[in-house]
């Protein structure tokens, strides 16, 4: 008896059988390349738009299969159903921006010894985890004459990676006595760039430039990208971690990477939106910039671009029927991932609703802090009919909330899909060290991410 009326979360790993785990493994390996190339949410969009352009996907809205990018930033997608769209979409919503290190405007400096840029962290970090680490740069320059460079430097062998000095420990004495937001400071995240002066040439020592270290990096940088520091002013350059995801652990059973908040949630999504049988509503995905900070901005969900989108694709596919019914009659999934309990920290989460590694992906009724203010929250009835999908096809599933009541909190882009009064619920894999250079996440509950989306595009909840 008690076994039929009490509930017990099902451990994905233990119902998986060896093929099962080959599965995993190979789809972890796509995902860990997935990782790897894509670091940005520029390359993160790029990515995307060309998996979709090799399954059909055009930026015709008349067609069966549409596009739509935005400032290579964000990304629409959509993919006729069998369901009229007067019943709405099967929507799931990611976001392809992540915690990082972002150049000034004026970045170079010269300090003794070294050049530097100055930077301005993007997201919530933890200051300290960025110091003494290999860094990679990855983005766009705009030169003078309006051409664009893409820049990745760092991840390549043999390529050069910069980093962040810490402070030796003979001399942190008095920093070792602060608090954490006050013994590291945002200012001093410079990132070391080079460190030899520019060769004295015959001329006079007066001509001798006064920073030549910082010469010889702009030398360096226009004779290999052909830009002036004045481009630097307009462009775009993210500090990132360097290096491949990689496998972690003796039996390779998580993946430890950059960017997993919420790129798992990406990969997952568009591997479903593209694997998935047209049997349900017409699936789309969208997947946002800026929510690390927000939301705001042209390419967050708090721009019209997502409503753009909807209300030219009711024109093309659907004349007769309002926008309005499509958003009202939509079903979505808020995809995001889930703090996993901390094994070494263990005393921030209340257990019984937290969130474990291995055990599928999350629900999370709702977000928000404290009282659940800024939060979203799901109806019974949509999350009871998600429920009861998955156990009808055996996918491990778990719900959660973010660490103890008013010992924190977090949001995600629900709130923003809610408004148009659609049926919205977070859904995504828990990951460890969130918010970190190094992420970790389970290869099983990768897997049954994408099997939960996929079957979510397929159904008719």
Known sequence: MEKTLAYKPQNAWEGADAKTRKEMEALAVRYMDFLTHCKTERETVKYVRQRLAEHGYTEDFNADRIMRPMRGKAIFAARRGVLPLEQGLALIAAHTDTPRLDFKQRPLIEQPGVAQAKTHYYGGIRKYQWLARPLALHGVVVRG?????????????????????????????????????????????????????????????????????????????????????????TAELQAVPAGPARFVGFDKALVGGYGQDDRICVFAALEALLEAEATGRSMAVIFWDKEEIGSDGATGAASRFFQYCVEDLARAWAPDVPASRVFMETRALSADVQAALDPDFQEVHEKQNAAQMGYGPCFSKFTGSRGKYGASEADAEFFGALRNLYNSISIPWQAAELGRVDHGGGGTVALFLAAYGMHVIDLGPAVLSMHSPFELASCADLHTTVRAYRAFFESAV
């Not at 460079?149 to 000095?165: N, R, S």
């Not at 954490?180 to 430039?209: C, Q, T, Y």
């Not at 990208?225 to 004045?230: A, P, R």
Request: proline fraction near 6%.
């Open 145 to 233: 004459d309006g051409s664009v460079v893409e820049v990745t430097i760092g991840e390549k062998a043999g390529e050069p990676v910069f980093c962040i000095a810490d402070l030796l420990p003979h001399l942190a004495q008095k920093q070792v006595t602060q608090t954490v937001s006050d013994a590291f400071e945002a200012e001093k995240l410079n990132i070391i760039l080079g460190h030899s002066p520019k060769a004295a040439g015959k001329g006079k020592k007066e001509d001798a430039p006064k920073e030549p270290v910082k010469a010889q990096l702009l030398e360096i940088l226009n004779k290999k990208y052909g830009i002036t520091e004045e481009d630097l002013i």
